[in-house]
């Protein structure tokens, strides 16, 4: 029998070290902090961490502009912090998944800084310059996701400069080998430092398209944002020539062949395209490609059981070889508890109630830092934002700082002088410390038996004595709002779930030839009770049983 791959069923514990844990009272976590917090995070029954980028950068973006992909930026720490997480890490079971950004660098990168000097050094055709048009504008209508045009003027060469993203990151040319080869390179730099796989940062953005062919104009009732408000302008075209070109899928095969080099390490490739589900499959397909792939499909406003089965659903009928990843958190959004939520206001049975059925869908997980927690978005005045994307577009969109203030560890009320960063660090961190997120800190929860925390670790504990729900298959049932309902079946095993999404008691008809062997009572989140073949659910309830 074939041996089960780690990540199949994995739930993947994402931390955004900023804002995880300050060891060395800067104000910003680092890479000790998270090896200090260690134990936590084993604590959660998770199987591996994702960390966002810690490498040497500007910070333009956060790490997602990186000037030196082999170091860690002394924000984080250095090398040696690093090696020790690996081994604490792995002493605890516990695998490492690292971002990679490789579309892009920092324009501080060296690669950059010689590729602008002139039209004729050896990094010349490493990003993507094109001439100005006649009448000295921009090369095509091409545009950025953080707003505005993607090109930028250089007067060094005399050229534009193509950047998807912020100005201060310069998009790579992958049509020149020369570009690809030194990425892998850099991606095998960390292999061979022990991690155990990467999320790949815009993975479908590495090519473009080699014509420079203008976007065509998107109808205004298509305009939808994945990662994006929908009031900016980069919703008004359809992204056909500057991302997800073909040429990138033989890409995704060189990543494959560098990682089958180095047995159990995996890819977890980020996708944002015009057809996200459609890439998805597309991306993992066949064996030789990525082994999972997950989008923002499940990271947006969209709150309904016909949603969220018609998104799984599509997903199911796509990827027929590959494994998905499904997410409803993670640092560029709004988090789960608020964007969800009925009333604006966090409620503990929803988030016990999501957790569930994020973690019931067919797939890995991807749970970002907080979401056992059942943090709310954080509100953050425009003084204290730090987000450059939320500077731009406030107050219609507040950016990403929201869903990235600092992890809460500790409520204190006396006259520590960390009591107001909540255990986080003892000066002033980078972003506030929400009050509401401090009622909500882990040790405010670790005692409380029937917290969000506590019955996080509860289902995940149990989660990993059911391999129906780690490897099954997944088929749903037709149900009226706001139940959505799915039998999970491996081999001879069937599994029914049902959740209610509201915050009313609903009922579901159970057909007579469903034999329930056996309903899952010991969980306290099961608050559910089948008579005579209905199915009463409570507010944010779930229900599982065995069925014949």
Known sequence: MAQKQWYKGA???????????????????DLKGIINRI??????????????????????????????????????????DFDELIAQAHQRDIKIIIDQVLSHTSDQHQWFIDSREDLTNDKADWYVWADAKEDGTAPNNWLSIFGGGAWQWEPRRGQYYLHNFFTEQPDLNFHNPDVRQAVLDNVEFWLKKGVDGFRLDAINFCYHDALLRDNPAKPKEKRQGRGFSEDNPYAFQYHYYNNTQPENIEFMRDIRTLLNKYPGTVSL??????????????????????????????????????????????LEQRMTEGWPCWAFSNHDVERVASRWSETGEVNPAQCKMLTALLASLRGSVCM??????????ASVAFEDLQDPYGITFWPNFKGRDGCRTPMPWENLDNSQSNAHNAG????????????????????????????????????????????VLLEGDIEFIQTAEPIL????????????????????????????????????????????????ATLTIEPFGCYYARCS
Not at 284 to 306: I, R
Not at 368 to 377: A, I, K, N, S, T
């Open 39 to 80: 134990d936590y995070i084993k604590s959660l029954e998770v199987d591996a961490i994702w960390i966002s980028p810690f490498f040497k950068s500007p910070m333009k973006d956060f790490g997602y502009d990186i000037s030196d992909y082999r170091d860690i930026d002394p924000l984080f720490g250095n090398l040696a």
């Open 11 to 29: 739930v993947i514990y994402q931390v955004y070290p900023r804002s995880f844990q300050d060891s060395n009272n800067d104000g910003i976590g």
């Open 368 to 377: 970002y830092q907080g979401e056992e927690l059942g943090l709310g978005e």
């Open 424 to 467: 986080f660090s003892e000066v002033k961190p980078w972003l506030p410390v929400d009050q509401q997120h401090r009622l909500q800190a882990v040790a405010e929860q670790e005692n409380d038996a029937n917290s969000i925390l506590n019955a996080y670790r509860e289902f995940m504990a149990w989660r990993k004595d059911q391999p």
């Open 485 to 532: 309902a799915f039998y999970r079946t491996l081999n001879e095993e069937k599994m029914l779930c049902v959740f209610n999404l509201s915050g009313a008691k609903a009922e579901l008809a159970i057909a007579i030839d469903i034999v329930v062997e056996k309903e899952h009572n010991t969980l306290s989140h099961h608050n559910a009770q089948l008579n005579n």
């Open 269 to 314: 490739g980020e996708i944002s395209s015009e057809d996200s589900l459609a890439t998805m499959a597309e991306y993992t397909q066949g064996g030789d490609k990525l082994h999972m792939g997950y989008s923002f499909e499940l990271l947006t406003d969209d709150y309904s059981s016909e949603y969220i089965r018609n998104t799984v659903t599509t």
